[in-house]
């Protein structure tokens, strides 16, 4: 017996794919780095990419930095992977040394992960031969980004 989705989930993919083609997001047979912490967020946006596949034949890589930083870091990184796996989409992760960053003056731990995480995403990227990462963003993920740059004297064109 075939599974079927719920309803709410059929609304969301229809939305994000109207979404993809209003703003042209990406072009067939393009390489996408997808960004999986393995929270909610991220789990979402790897299984709406990989419905995207079939519609813009797409090539996906999931990327998971791992900073260490928690003591569930090791087996967070193994259910991604395992998840991707189930998935079909190539998994790729990267650890990095947060702390370390975090000990310059004036940087916080929250701001140098986020820094060493971009780095780490444009790299995997880069090795992928991607042109584009998708990052998934809740709304409080977003607020805080615009405090960020407020904090930081981001005029309009920085806010945006």
């Not at 939305?15 to 390489?31: A, I, K, W």
């Not at 990184?77 to 000990?103: H, N, S």
Request: charged share 25%; hydrophobic share 40%; aromatic share 4%.
């Amino acid at each position: 017996m075939p599974q079927t989705k719920p309803p709410h989930i059929y609304e969301i993919e229809k939305r994000v794919l109207g979404f993809v083609r209003t703003h042209n997001l990406f072009e067939s047979g393009e390489r996408v780095t997808v960004a999986v912490s393995g929270g909610s967020d991220s789990m979402a946006l790897l299984s709406l990419m990989r419905g995207l596949c079939d519609t813009y034949s797409l090539q996906l890589c999931a990327a998971h930095v791992n900073h260490g930083l928690r003591g569930t870091a090791d087996a967070d990184a193994l259910w991604v992977r395992e998840q991707c796996g189930k998935l079909r989409v190539p998994f790729e992760e990267r650890r990095v040394r947060t702390a370390d960053l975090a000990e310059e003056p004036g940087v916080s731990l929250e701001a140098a992960a986020r820094e060493v995480r971009l780095q780490a995403l444009a790299q995997m990227a880069g090795e992928f031969g991607a042109a584009k990462v998708a990052l998934a963003h809740t709304r409080d993920d977003q607020a805080e980004t615009v405090l960020m740059r407020l904090l930081r004297g981001a005029g309009p064109t920085g806010l945006q």
